[in-house]
Structure formats: structure tokens, C-alpha cells
């Protein structure tokens, strides 16, 4: 069911680096003068300071709106330095430009006041997961804030966050705990619900006219130079009108003059030329020549460091002078931490640097200075300047070196955005550089956009010749091909594949790509023999890389085939134990596969109980493809045996919806399908089963693996009977025929239905015994095999026929167990353990999750469960002590995650 597209997509860069280390630490893809408030005075401002805080503590959210250079840090910043409270300080900006980079900034920021923070968002992020969508990634942080206390996210500068990520903002302030609250700065109105925050009281606003200074703050200001004239005090405010940046700017040189300028909102243009020539004339002019330089060189940086100064500027004291910057008070701010300091430049006299710097140096000066910041930068720090250079071989080189040298894949949300940015001619002339982008497609579920990234590269190098620099993109290419179900396509890079010398762990990836290419033309045989190779390849190959590739591939499907059973979960186990510690990828499929054997072994609640766990794993980091639907097949079996029929079709709908983000489900679409129509219990109503067929068959979805034959041959066979066709009609028997041998070829014995007990149980209803217990023969004898827990999804349905095989002495033990099995498993208290908490639900508690989840008031649920309301809300109460939730929606939300509903 399942073809090795993530294993190939996954393998190829990861293969190349088998030594790689374990994600690395969110927060070092920032610099951390993103997460530290600058040192300011925190006297000059103090009631508005003090106003600020009254309106934290009066709401929920609090913005703070006015233009450039209006005090808005410098606000925030006295604030925090005064706030009881902890602060994640978080200065926002351009290279914040989709949810889940600010959703990394946020996560990184808060862990630096909450070492104990959850771990919610990075597994996120660093998953190869199919649907994080900022919904997920707003409900992943606000759980791992779950347990944090009182706490603020101060943002800075929101003006410059990115389109990308203002849907994930919007979500995350819906949904923000009540211990935690939110402080924002901007220039301009921020993408946040205003309206709606506004309606319910929770937004607390400071606008320009309110961060202006008064007489008494200039007074202030003016008093720290020595000054204490009133009459200058009073000229000074009138020029500038309260804005706190003339108002510093005034203060240190500029002539007072006596006209006065009326400043409303931003300054006007007259204003700012004004500070413009003051800067040119009165500030930079004034400074030695060295130091001069020094300023407009360096302004380019957005974080000051000595040595990236040192690197630009070629000055070796480039530690002293930024000291002396400090001293002269040249408009800069400094952010101190253990490992060394660093600065910025106030954003108004950056610009005004970086205008200068444009006038006086020609373009190709200004490049070098690019190229000489982004060679003393790690990789994301030097992408912006390489771009700015022109240097675009050089940022591509960078980008594949991150990528193919020192593997992460949380790092894909920083580095997509430049990769993409890089024209046609530098992506064709390096493979791997479409390789990285089809990677990063087919890990998210979008195999075709991957195979037009990847496909007309591989066929132009094979064209010339180049086969050797073909064959990590024909490995990327065939996973993509087996999703899209383009076997010819497939079959022509697996030749080309098939003649060339491949290490362990290639070789591992095209051996099971070509087991579910035979699975597709329904050849068990070949299918066992492939998957016998690649086993003795993964467990003898000394890197390890090709155990990890084959891990990724072995799906619940591969049960059915041989070595058998018991032989394939030995190898697993083996395989488990040449893992590298940080695989957690492959051990969650590895997981997966042994639930399935616990299942057929009539396991019900041991595999129901590993299933949910590989789920809430899964589900933190996006949903893992193919993994995430296996096991989510796999679970309604269960679901099913114990009556949890509303369940199973919430789940199955759930996934209809998926398959718009993810075209992954589609190649499960018939596990999901013959649930659901089990489930729905149509009876014999001709309009009911029309109905469902068109909802869970959908004519879109014909083919779509080559299990689909088996759901929709019995779909048809009870339409027949259900029109008026006799039970043992030529029709409905004629259809469960031809799906009966697509199971025998397909192995899919797990979850697609057993169309040899609807045969039979066919013919018993018309009085046919003999003929009923030789149709249901086959599939008893497939039971006695792989396991009778194929039986489980079909016990109620069949249980009159299997009775009768009983009677007659066919495989009587093993019936009596499935049907011992399913009674038990209905009659189980339906309790939940919490994942990785020690915790557990009881089945009261999971009732009244259930109901809340619908929506009900702890009335309804009373009266639902006919006890009393005050033993609801005790319940309630215990439950959201469980999950750490602080509110009902909350207790839902933490359920959902951890599939506990």
C-alpha cells in the first residue's frame, strides 16, 4: 500500500552524510539579539512605562502602534527590565516570512525564560510531516506553553514579519492560554483579529499620540547631558514634536531653531531631512575619518558583532570600537550575553548609514562587502548578503552544503525561501539543487510537483550521459512515480537505475521501490523475494544508512509476504537495534509494523494502545507521510471491534479532508474506505449504499492502489443484493469472485474487507452450507497463516458462517479465539493512557471528553450520561488536570493531539 517514495525522498541526503548530527538547537538559527531587549533607560519613559503594564494586566493582548523611531522599543524594552512577570522577548523581522519560521523564533524565545518548555513545535518542524499548517503549529506551541505560568511574548517590530505567517499569528492569538499574554510593537496594523479582540475587551492600544514625549520626559532627557533649561526643553519639544527620536536627536546637537513643526503620526518629510542633514552634518562629518568608515561599512549588518566587524571592516580592534561607538552614544544599543555582546544601530540611523553608504561607494565596493560579511556568517546569516552581492552560486553552494554535509530538516522552512529565490539557470546547472526542492515537495505530499522538478534534469543528464550524476535525482524521481502511480515511467528509471553501482544504502531504495512496483502488478512472489534482499543488505550494511531507508519502508501490507510473520518482526527488531539514536522516524514505522502484529496476533488492546502513541508522535511533527496512514488505518480496526462507529467515520471524513494537503492518503484511500462503509452499516438500503459508495468511492479515487479492486468488488456485490439480486445471484457472487483474486495477489488481507466471507455468508443466507463453508475456506486458511486477526473487522458481519465453519470442524480453534477476542475487546473499559505522562483516563472521563468535544454543556453531558452535573464538572476538572489544559477548549485540543479522542 504504501510505496517507498519518503524512504527514496528521505534516504538521499541523509545517506550522503550517515554521521550526521542531531538537529541542532532551534534558537542558534538566529542571532540572539532577537530574543534580548536592548539596554535602555528605563527612567526617561517612566508612566508610560507604568500605563503599559496597567494595560497588560487589564487585557490580554496589548498593541503598540505608531511610526518609526516613536520609542515603541524603547517602551517595551523599560518595561521588561521592570515586569514581574518572565518576558520572551522576540525582535521580529524580514526573514520571519511564513509560519514556520516564526513559529521556530517564538518556540526559541520562550525557551529561553522556560528551559522546561515543551517540545512541541521543533519536533514539528524537524518532521517530514504532511500537514503542518498554522493551525497545527499555533495548537503545538500554545500546548507546550501548557505548563509555563505567568508569561508575555513581547514582539517587537511586527510591521516586518513576512505574509507567510500572519495566519499562524491570527490562530495563535485565538487560541493563547489564559497565563499567557501578549505585547506587540509595530509601525503599521498588525495581522492580528483587532476587531474581534477589541469586542471582547482583550486588546489594550497605545498609538503615536501617546508614546509622544511631554515637557517632563525632555526634561528628563535633557537633565542626563547636564542640562536643565526649561527654555530649551520647551524649544526642544515644540521642534520635535514629542517624537522620541528627534527629541534625542535635539537633545545631543541639533540647532534649536525657532520655527516650530507641527508632527502628527510619522514625522514629515520636512522633519526627516531635517534629521537627515543633522546626522550628515552634525553627526557623521564629526567623527575621524577611521571611525567613519567604520560606521558605513558596517551598517549593512543587522547585528553587530566583533568579529563580523572585524571580517567587513578589516579592523582587528573592531571589539574597541564598537565599545567606543557605545561611549560616543552613536545611536547604538547593546544586547549582552555570557558568550560575548553585540549591537545594532538604531533603525533610523541605519538607514541613514545605508543611504549613505549607496551615495558613496559604487555598487561593486558595496558587493564586496556583502561577500565579506556572509564568508564571516554561518549559512542563514550569509544567504541575505550572498543575494545582496549577487553572489547566487554561492548562496546555492551554501544551501547544498547545509543540506548534503550536515543533514537537518527543520532546517528546510529557513533555507526554502532562497532556494526558491535562485533563478532557473543556477537550479538546472547543479542537480542537487532540484533534488532539495523535490524533497522537500514529496515529504509534504506532493509528488507531482516533485517529479516535474526532478524529471527533466534526470532526463537531460541521462541524454548526455552523466548517468552517474543521475542517480540520487532518479531516486528521488521513482518514489515520486510510484506515488503517482506512473508505473511505466517508473519501470524506465528503475532500468537505468538497476545498471549502475550503487552503495548499501541506494541499493536499499531501489530494491523497495521495486517491491511496491510488484505489488502494483500484484506479483507476491517477486514482492517477497525483493524484500528478502533488501533485509540481508540493511542488517550486514556497516553505516547503517540502508537499515535506516528500510525501516521507513516496512508498512503493514509487507506482513503478508514472505519470509512470514515471525521472521520479518525478528528482522525488525534487528533492525531497530542499527538505528541511530536520533531515527525517530524510522522507529515510529517500525512501531507501526509491530502494532499490525499485534493485531493479527488478536492483540486488540496492546496494538490499539501503540497505534495511539505512534499517532500523538506522528501528529507533533506534522504528520508523518505514510507512517501517519498506516497506523491511522490500522486503528479503526480496533475502533471498529469495540463499536466506536461515530469514531471510525469522524476519522475517515477527517482524512477526506486530508487528501487537499496531502494526495499521500489517496494511495490508503481503501483501508479508509471499507471502514467507513462498515461502519455506516447500510444495511440493504439501495439509496444508503449509492450514497456512501459516492462519498468513500469516489470516482476520482478508482485505482488509486491496487487494493481499491477488493473495497469496490463488494461494494458492488451488495448494491446487487441490495436492488433485488438473489444472494447467490450471478452478479453479486461474480464480484466478490474477482475481488476475492486481487486479495489472493494483492496480500491486503488487513482492513480491505474479506470478500470470501461475504461469499460465503451469501450463499448461507440462500440456504447453501456446503458451498458457504467451501467459499469461506480460502480465507480461513489465510488466516491460520498470517494471523487471525484479519478476521477482526468482520466477526459481526459473518459470525452466522463462521459459527457453521466451526460446526463442521474448519480451523474451529482459531474462530473460537477471533470471536473470544472481539467479545472482550467490546467489553474492555475504553480507558486512555496519556503518551510519555504516566497519566490515564478513565472511561467516565473519556465519555465526558467525548461530549464536551461535541459540544455539549455539562448539562447535556449530565443528562447524556444520566449523572449528576457536579460530577461533570469533577471529571472535568480532573481531566484538564491530566492533559495540563487550562480551559475546556484547551482539554479538547490536547486530546485531539495526543489522539486520546
Given at each position: 500500500m ?28 538566529f542571532p ?18 507604568r500605563r503599559?503594564?496597567q494595560?497588560l494586566?487589564d487585557?490580554r ?5 505608531a ?10 524594552a ?9 518576558v520572551?522577548?522576540?525582535r ?12 521556530a ?5 520562550v ?9 512541541r513545535?521543533p519536533?514539528l ?14 495548537t ?6 501548557a505548563?509555563?505560568?505567568g508569561?508575555?511574548l513581547?514582539?517587537?517590530d ?8 500572519t ?15 501578549m ?5 503599521s496594523?498588525p495581522?492580528?483579529p ?7 475587551g482583550?486588546?489594550?492600544e497605545l498609538?503615536a ?6 515637557l ?19 524649544r ?7 517624537w ?14 525657532a ?5 502628527e503620526?510619522e ?10 542633514d ?12 577611521d ?9 549593512l549588518l ?21 565599545a ?11 544586547f ?20 549613505r553608504l ?9 558587493a564586496?562587502l556583502h561577500?565579506?560579511a556572509a564568508?564571516a556568517?554561518?549559512?542563514l546569516?550569509?544567504l541575505?548578503h ?6 547566487l552560486?554561492?548562496?546555492a553552494?551554501?544551501?547544498?552544503e ?12 529557513h533555507?526554502m525561501p532562497?532556494?526558491?529565490r ?24 506532493r509528488?507531482?510537483?516533485a517529479r516535474?522538478l526532478v ?17 540520487d ?7 515520486s ?39 502494483n ?17 540493511a ?25 512470514g ?8 527488531q ?9 531515527d525517530?522516524?524510522?522507529?515510529l ?17 496492546g ?17 508523518l507521510?505514510?507512517?501517519?496512514q ?8 480496533p ?6 462507529r ?5 476519522t475517515?471524513?477527517?482524512?477526506a ?40 468511492l469516489?470516482?476520482?479515487l478508482?485505482d ?6 477488493i ?6 456485490a ?15 457472487l ?8 486481487v486479495?489472493?495477489?494483492?496480500r ?9 466471507l ?9 440456504g447453501?452450507?456446503?458451498?458457504a ?6 480465507t480461513l ?6 494471523g487471525?486477526g ?7 458481519a ?8 466451526a ?14 477476542a472481539?467479545d ?7 480507558t486512555?493512557?496519556?503518551?510519555d ?10 465519555d465526558?471528553?467525548?461530549l464536551?468535544a461535541?459540544?455539549?454543556t455539562n ?7 444520566g449523572i449528576?452535573?457536579a460530577t ?6 480532573r481531566?484538564?488536570?491530566k492533559l495540563?489544559?487550562?480551559?475546556r477548549?484547551h482539554a ?10
Amino acid at each position: 500500500m504504501k510505496p517507498m517514495d519518503r524512504a527514496a525522498a528521505d534516504a538521499v541526503p541523509h545517506d550522503l552524510a550517515p554521521d550526521a548530527p542531531a538537529a541542532t538547537d532551534p534558537a542558534e538559527r538566529f542571532p540572539f539579539t532577537k530574543f534580548l531587549p536592548p539596554v535602555v533607560d528605563t527612567d526617561v519613559a517612566g508612566q508610560l512605562v507604568r500605563r503599559l503594564a496597567q494595560a497588560l494586566r487589564d487585557h490580554r493582548v496589548v498593541l503598540v502602534r505608531a511610526p518609526a523611531g516613536s520609542g515603541k522599543t524603547t517602551l517595551l524594552a523599560a518595561w521588561a527590565a521592570a515586569a514581574h512577570e518572565r518576558v520572551a522577548w522576540l525582535r521580529v523581522d524580514a526573514g520571519d516570512i511564513d509560519a514556520d519560521i516564526l513559529a521556530a523564533a517564538l518556540h526559541a524565545a520562550v525557551l529561553r525564560v522556560v528551559p522546561s518548555l515543551g517540545r512541541r513545535v521543533p519536533g514539528l518542524l524537524a518532521g517530514r510531516g504532511t500537514a503542518r499548517d498554522p493551525r497545527a503549529l499555533a495548537t503545538a506551541l500554545v500546548n507546550d506553553l501548557a505548563g509555563t505560568g505567568g508569561l508575555v511574548l513581547a514582539l517587537d517590530d511586527l510591521h516586518a514579519m513576512g505574509p507567510g505567517a500572519t495566519s499562524f499569528l491570527a490562530q495563535l492569538v485565538d487560541v493563547l492560554p489564559p497565563h499567557v499574554g501578549m505585547l506587540a510593537a509595530s509601525r503599521s496594523a498588525p495581522p492580528l483579529p483587532v476587531a474581534r479582540l477589541r469586542v471582547r475587551g482583550e486588546l489594550g492600544e497605545l498609538g503615536a499620540a501617546d508614546l509622544r514625549l511631554d515637557l517632563d520626559d525632555v526634561r528628563r532627557v535633557l537633565a542626563r547631558q547636564g542640562l536643565s533649561d526649561d527654555a530649551t526643553a520647551a524649544r526642544v519639544l515644540d521642534l520635535s514634536g514629542g517624537w522620541a527620536a528627534a527629541v534625542r536627536l535635539a537633545t545631543r546637537a541639533l540647532p534649536v531653531a525657532a520655527e516650530a513643526h507641527e508632527v502628527e503620526g510619522e514625522p514629515n518629510d520636512r522633519v526627516r531631512a531635517e534629521l537627515w542633514d543633522y546626522l550628515a552634518e552634525e553627526v557623521l562629518r564629526e567623527q575621524p575619518t577611521d571611525l567613519r568608515r567604520f560606521l558605513l561599512e558596517t551598517s549593512l549588518l543587522d547585528e553587530l558583532r566583533a568579529d563580523v566587524c572585524a571580517a567587513v571592516t578589516g579592523r582587528a580592534d573592531a571589539a574597541d570600537v564598537l565599545a567606543e561607538l557605545e561611549a560616543r552614544d552613536l545611536f547604538v544599543a547593546r544586547f549582552r550575553r555570557p558568550d560575548g555582546d553585540a549591537w545594532r544601530y538604531h533603525d533610523l540611523f541605519a538607514d541613514f548609514l545605508r543611504d549613505r553608504l549607496r551615495r558613496e561607494r559604487g555598487p561593486a565596493e558595496v558587493a564586496d562587502l556583502h561577500r565579506r560579511a556572509a564568508a564571516a556568517l554561518p549559512t542563514l546569516g550569509a544567504l541575505p548578503h550572498l543575494f545582496a552581492a549577487g553572489a547566487l552560486e554561492a548562496a546555492a553552494e551554501r544551501i547544498v552544503e547545509i543540506m548534503f554535509t550536515s543533514f537537518d530538516s527543520s532546517m528546510l522552512p529557513h533555507l526554502m525561501p532562497w532556494l526558491e529565490r535562485l533563478p532557473h539557470e543556477v537550479v538546472s546547472a547543479d542537480p542537487r539543487l532540484a533534488m532539495l526542492r523535490a524533497w522537500h515537495a514529496d515529504i509534504m505530499g506532493r509528488s507531482g510537483e516533485a517529479r516535474a522538478l526532478v524529471e527533466p534534469t534526470w532526463r537531460r543528464l541521462v541524454a548526455h550521459g552523466r548517468d552517474d550524476e543521475a542517480i540520487d535525482l532518479g531516486l528521488q524521481l521513482v518514489g515520486s512515480l510510484l506515488a503517482l502511480g506512473d508505473m511505466e515511467a517508473c519501470d524506465e528509471v528503475l532500468r537505468h537505475l538497476e545498471g549502475r553501482e550503487l552503495d548499501p544504502a541506494r541499493r536499499v531504495v531501489v530494491l523497495a521501490s521495486r517491491v511496491w512496483r510488484e505489488w502494483n502488478r500484484r506479483d507476491a512472489a517477486a514482492m517477497s523475494a525483493l524484500l528478502e534482499e533488501a533485509l540481508e543488505l540493511a542488517l550486514h550494511d556497516g553505516a547503517g544508512a540502508a537499515a535506516n531507508v528500510l525501516a521507513m519502508g516496512l508498512t503493514s501490507p509487507l506482513l503478508f509476504v514472505a519470509p512470514g510473520v515471525a521472521s520479518l518482526l525478528e528482522r525488525t527488531q534487528r533492525l531497530d537495534a542499527r538505528l541511530a539514536p536520533h531515527d525517530e522516524t524510522a522507529r515510529l514505522q517500525l512501531r507501526t509494523f509491530r502494532a499490525a502484529a499485534s493485531l493479527l496476533a488478536l492483540d486488540v488492546s496492546g496494538a490499539e494502545a501503540e497505534l495511539r502513541a505512534v499517532l500523538a508522535a506522528s501528529e507533533a511533527v506534522g504528520r508523518l507521510a505514510w507512517t501517519h496512514q498506516d497506523a491511522e488505518a490500522l486503528l479503526l480496526t480496533p475502533m471498529l471491534v469495540r463499536g466506536e462507529r461515530a469514531a471510525v467515520l469522524a476519522t475517515v471524513d477527517a482524512a477526506a479532508e486530508a487528501r487537499s494537503v496531502s494526495p499521500i492518503y489517496d494511495r490508503w484511500w481503501p483501508a479508509y474506505a471499507y471502514q467507513a462503509l462498515r461502519a455506516a452499516s447500510p444495511g440493504r438500503d439501495a439509496r444508503a449504499l449509492r450514497a456512501l459508495t459516492a462519498r468513500y468511492l469516489p470516482d476520482d479515487l478508482l485505482d488509486c492502489a491496487p487494493s481499491d479492486a477488493i473495497v469496490r468488488g463488494m461494494a458492488e456485490a451488495w448494491l446487487a443484493v441490495a436492488k433485488g439480486s438473489a444472494p447467490d445471484g450471478r452478479e453479486p457472487l461474480a464480484a466478490l469472485t474477482a475481488a476475492e483474486e486481487v486479495q489472493r495477489a494483492t496480500r491486503a488481507w488487513l482492513g480491505h474487507g474479506l470478500p470470501g466471507l461475504e461469499r460465503g455468508s451469501l450463499l448461507l443466507e440462500a440456504g447453501r452450507a456446503t458451498a458457504a463453508v467451501d467459499a469461506a475456506e480460502a480465507t480461513l486458511q489465510a488466516a491460520a497463516r498470517y494471523g487471525a486477526g484479519i478476521l477482526l473487522t468482520d466477526v459481526e458481519a459473518h459470525r452466522p458462517l463462521l459459527a457453521r465453519c466451526a460446526a463442521v470442524g474448519l480451523h474451529a480453534d482459531l474462530i473460537d479465539a477471533v470471536i473470544a477476542a472481539v467479545d472482550a475487546a467490546g467489553a474492555l473499559t475504553t480507558t486512555r493512557a496519556i503518551p510519555d505522562s504516566g497519566e490515564t483516563l478513565t472511561a467516565r472521563e473519556v465519555d465526558v471528553l467525548r461530549l464536551v468535544a461535541r459540544g455539549l454543556t455539562n448539562r447535556d453531558v449530565a443528562a447524556e450520561l444520566g449523572i449528576a452535573e457536579a460530577t461533570v464538572k469533577t471529571h472535568l476538572t480532573r481531566v484538564l488536570g491530566k492533559l495540563g489544559a487550562t480551559s475546556r477548549t484547551h482539554a479538547v485540543a490536547r486530546a485531539r493531539e495526543l489522539r486520546l479522542l
